[in-house]
């Protein structure tokens, strides 16, 4: 959750009027616990199969990559390669691990103002 949280702490710090940045703990606090409530099922075991726990969320990444790349789904699946392998770290850290931090912080601009996130978060994923 470093990732997130580091993410989100540099965007609060780094705001160009000081007393906005004067308050980027408090902000980083606030917006990470709001992320935490939202991501939750993730990391609660009880949900894991459920739609909205990991592994419901890793078979839409899956269901839409075989959907819009057959070739691909079909390497990852011939070879073994199990979406666990990288879909849980893209998911769990909203793909923050995978790219710098400015890509991600472009990234993360378009996916706060998606009013669905989960369902955008899984198609950047595929």
Not at 25 to 50: G, P, V, Y
Request: proline share 1%; charged share 25%.
């Amino acid at each position: 959750m470093n990732e997130l949280l580091g993410t989100m702490y540099y965007v609060f710090a780094s705001d160009e009027d000081k007393r906005w940045g004067d308050h980027a703990e408090a902000d980083t606090f606030h917006c990470f616990s709001k992320l935490m409530s939202e991501m939750e099922d993730l990391f609660i075991q009880t949900k894991d199969h459920t739609a909205s726990g990991i592994q419901g969320r890793m078979e839409e990444v899956i269901r839409l990559l075989t959907r819009h790349d057959t070739e691909v789904s079909q390497v990852l699946m011939d070879q073994g390669i199990s979406p666990s392998f990288y879909a849980i770290r893209w998911l769990t850290t909203l793909l923050s691990r995978e790219f710098n931090l400015a890509d991600t912080i472009r990234l993360w601009d378009s996916l706060w103002t998606d009013t669905d996130r989960h369902t955008f978060l899984s198609s950047l994923c595929c």
